[in-house]
């Protein structure tokens, strides 16, 4: 499985930016999906996650209420929506999928995920 993660860009605070993580080529399977962040110097972080069948999420409580983590068909794994982005939003966001028979269960350890895209740099400005 290869993804690519893509719609970061640079924006000012009150912004919004919509990440979408989809297969680069596609295969068979259902597969959850989590959002991470990394931001210089600081460790990966968790930041939203989704079931396979989209009925269940989980977000970090630094982005509950702004970001929104969903999906619509097999070849998008997810989209992040990120409205009122702050500046301590600024970090490199990484999409990953984790292939699992349990299509309505996310996931919230990074070392649970099977797949990784190559991230996306998203910078807020003040």
């Known amino acids: 499985v290869q993804l690519q993660a893509s719609g970061g860009g640079l924006v000012q605070a009150g912004d919004s930016l919509r990440l979408s993580c989809e297969h680069s080529?596609?295969?068979?399977?259902?597969?959850?999906t989590g959002w991470f962040r990394q931001a210089p110097g600081k460790e990966r972080e968790f930041v939203a996650a989704i079931s396979w069948s989209g009925g269940s999420t989980y977000y970090a409580d630094s982005v509950k209420g702004r970001f929104t983590i969903s999906r619509d068909d097999a070849e998008i794994l997810s989209y992040l929506q990120m409205n009122s982005l702050r500046p301590e939003d600024t970090a490199v966001y990484y999409c990953?999928?984790?292939?699992?028979?349990?299509?309505?269960?996310?996931?919230?350890?990074?070392?649970?995920?099977?797949?990784w895209g190559q991230g996306t740099l998203v910078t807020v400005s003040s």
């Open positions: 990953a999928a984790k292939r699992t028979v349990y299509t309505g269960k996310y996931y919230l350890s990074f070392r649970e995920y099977d797949y």
């Open positions: 080529r596609r295969t068979f399977g259902t597969y959850a």
